[in-house]
């Protein structure tokens, strides 16, 4: 199989590339500047020029969830429309198409529920506070609307080679500081892969599925077991008061029952984040 892959340079693009390769297919990373997700006549045109393209990934978003929130055009251009536009390339070619969602399509729970809800399931209704979340809610619609052959996979608090290094630099300066934080289950960046990996390769039905590692976790708790990882001292971390311009969900744990009814339980986050940490293959990896 040949994968195409839009959006390199994200912390998603060296663990996707390595976990396609390693089960056997082929793998052509895109920038930005070589293909513009949001331009549908050159994402057509690359994917017409490689008509041997099995399927396409697509890690290029708006990730800037601030920015969001005051340039919605931006928003909605990098996560509704540039989607929308590659899966459509992607049909038109007959390639199977990925695309990466956020848990930040929830942000408060539905009405009744507790906070020690079970995590949210994906056919529970949306409730996103920003502009980020909602864009990217619309971008899900959309592609599933259009493309029978496309996963869309929410995620969460990704942490991958580029988070690691932010929160390594923070160490050497003598302090991890994080606004107040929610209620959520990371993603560790090569499990995430693995999945995609694992989606394409299998007789899986397309769709939306959640990709997270359990179990829920508070932010600053995540941030102390990243540290303690990475041998530094775990009071480092600090909390202070959130004056971003976007507000953040409360609680956006997404379960992955749905995953699991296709034999892929994801790993505890604390499990694969010590894998990560110290070099270690996915535990996925041997699905």
Not at 223 to 245: S, Y
Request: proline share 8%; hydrophobic share 40%.
């Amino acid at each position: 199989m040949h994968v195409l892959i839009t959006g390199a340079g994200s912390q998603l693009t060296a663990p996707l590339t390595a976990s396609l390769k390693q089960r056997g297919h082929t793998v052509q990373a895109l920038s930005h500047a070589e293909l513009d997700i949001t331009d549908d006549a050159t994402a057509l045109g690359v994917l017409r020029e490689t008509p041997t393209t099995d399927a396409v990934v697509n890690c290029a978003a708006a990730n800037a969830v601030d920015r969001c929130e005051t340039d919605p055009i931006w928003a909605y251009e990098g996560n509704m429309r540039g989607p929308l536009q590659l899966g459509q390339a992607a049909r038109e070619v007959g390639a199977q198409y990925v695309t990466i969602s956020s848990d930040f399509v929830h942000g408060t729970l539905p009405s009744g529920m507790p906070l020690e809800a079970t995590p949210l399931h994906e056919d529970l209704p949306a409730h996103p506070v920003n502009v980020y979340g909602h864009s990217k809610l619309m971008g899900e619609e959309a592609v599933l609307a259009l493309q029978s052959q496309a996963y869309v996979l929410r995620t969460s608090w990704v942490v991958g080679e580029r988070f690691l290094d932010h929160v390594r630099k923070q160490i050497s300066q003598g302090a991890v500081r994080l606004p107040q934080g929610g209620h959520a289950c990371p993603t560790i960046a090569a499990d995430l892969c693995e999945v995609i990996a694992l989606l394409l390769d299998r007789d899986i039905p397309h769709g939306l599925y959640h990709v997270t590692n359990p179990p829920a976790v508070e932010r600053p708790a995540l941030l102390r077991e990243i540290v303690t990882c990475l041998d530094a001292d775990p009071d480092l971390v600090t909390v202070g008061e959130d004056t971003r311009p976007a507000p953040r969900p409360v609680y956006s744990a997404l379960a992955t029952g749905k995953l699991a009814t296709h034999k892929i339980e994801m790993p505890d986050w604390r499990d694969s984040l010590r894998h990560f940490v110290n070099g270690k293959p996915s535990p996925l990896q041997d699905l």
